[in-house]
């Protein structure tokens, strides 16, 4: 595997994060959900408005994951206020690590995810947590590996379907 760079995204690398965005959200949950959940989310989730508000948001992040100069994968973090649930000035979120399915296991993520607790320790907060659809077993056994623990679960809505996340933590210290 060659070095996986982690760049900062700007506002000029819009289209490119909604590509990648949209890209990996469905290469993760098209077989297990219907076109219409999924054409509807990719359509809200990842508009050219909400990303530029996400991106221009100065309590969220965006990192892309690169390899040789081309994006393979992206990070989105949160400090409160901006996060999507706990609020906890205290800690991080990770709101989304995703990667493009053919460099899966090629340490993408765990380059990722490294980029997070380096961020979590710069802002010298407690904990990270997130929430993981309760059927993607891969990345909760990704989390779990890197030692995070269940303490909740929280209904997630894809389209009209609500489906079950199931929250993790990492305390840092």
């Known amino acids: 595997m060659k070095h996986i760079d982690i760049t900062k995204v700007t506002q000029e690398d819009i289209f490119q994060l909604q590509k990648i965005g949209r890209e990996t959200f469905f290469e993760t949950f098209s077989a297990e959900n219907t076109e219409e959940n999924m054409k509807s989310y990719l359509e809200e989730g990842f508009s050219y408005e909400k990303l530029m508000a996400e991106v ?16 393979v994968g992206y990070l989105k973090l949160n400090f409160a206020p901006s996060q999507t649930e706990l609020n906890d000035n205290k800690s991080l979120e990770i709101e989304r690590i ?21 961020r979590a320790k710069q802002k010298n907060l407690d904990y990270i947590w997130l929430g993981v659809w309760e059927k993607n077993l891969r990345a909760i056994y990704f989390y779990k590996k890197n030692g995070f623990l269940e303490f909740d679960k929280h209904v ?3 389209g009209e379907d609500e489906q079950i996340d199931i929250m993790m933590k990492l305390q840092i210290k």
């Open 98 to 118: 995703y990667v493009l399915n053919e460099f899966h296991g090629k340490k993408v993520g765990q380059a990722l995810y490294e980029k997070s607790l380096i």
């Open 56 to 71: 221009t948001n100065l309590y969220s992040e965006f990192y892309f994951a690169k390899s040789e100069h081309e994006v």
């Open 156 to 158: 997630f809505k894809l």
